[in-house]
């Protein structure tokens, strides 16, 4: 089955705090995995992909196919980093995103 | 990237009554899809909406219940029919741009409230 689960519903550090946001997926190929980001009141906008193995926002994401995560991490969480976090995973040849329930991200002053 | 316009961004509808939800991209795409996100819960693809053909409909959907149009490659609307309260839920297009969905743009969804 293909799925992806962020295991913790809400996530809750102070500023200047490491973060680790879980994600864990299953499917037998090769995936592309996402993470997907909604600040409040805005729309959903894609916060980095796998395989661009780019840091957007300070937020790096190494996907461990052995462990089949993709864990979002940031050294030093701001206040503006609160937001609603999404894992996503896009089976080969197909178009479709499988979300995760999301993690809501609470960096406290 | 490309931009969604999304509309209504909101409505409040009686049970039993249709809606229909429109997606406007200010570009060509070839995928565009719908989603739903009841309260509390993730997002749900309803179905991929093809240009030019039926809809790719995922399992728990049907086409009675949210038939789609795709008239041209910039434009799709989602129907919600025969409504009733558990279809309260927010309704998001979204497309896939670039060579396999290098980028997926939302649009800023539809929240649908069935009274």
């Known amino acids: 089955a293909q799925r992806v689960t962020q295991p913790e519903k809400l996530l809750s550090v102070f500023k200047g705090a490491p973060v680790e946001l879980k994600c864990n997926y299953s499917?037998?190929?090769?995936?592309?995995l996402f993470w997907y980001v909604q600040y409040s009141r805005q729309r959903l906008q894609l916060l980095l992909r796998h395989i661009s193995r780019e840091s957007i926002k300070g937020f790096t994401a190494d996907l461990n196919k052995g462990e089949t995560s993709f864990h979002l991490k940031k050294p030093f969480a701001q206040e503006e980093d609160s937001a609603m976090y999404y894992c996503?995973?896009?089976?080969?040849?197909?178009?479709?995103?499988?979300f995760g329930q999301g993690t809501t991200l609470q960096v406290k002053p | 990237s490309a931009v969604i316009s999304q509309k209504p961004s909101r409505d409040i509808c009686q049970r039993g009554t249709s809606l229909t939800i429109q997606c406007q991209v200010d570009s060509q795409v070839t995928m565009m899809f719908w989603y739903r996100q009841q309260p509390g819960q993730s997002l749900t693809l309803i179905a991929t909406?093809?240009?030019?053909?039926?809809?790719?409909?995922e399992s728990g959907f049907v086409i009675d219940k949210f038939p789609i149009s795709r008239p041209n490659l910039t434009f799709s609307t989602l129907t919600v029919s025969n409504m009733s309260p558990e279809d309260s839920s927010i309704y998001l297009c979204?497309?896939?741009?670039?060579?396999?969905?290098?980028?997926?743009?939302f649009g800023s969804g539809t929240r649908l409230t069935v009274v």
């Open positions: 996503a995973l896009r089976p080969t040849d197909t178009g479709k995103l499988i």
């Open positions: 499917y037998s190929g090769s995936p592309e």
């Open positions: 909406a093809n240009q030019g053909s039926e809809a790719t409909y």
């Open positions: 979204s497309v896939g741009t670039g060579n396999g969905g290098v980028g997926y743009t």
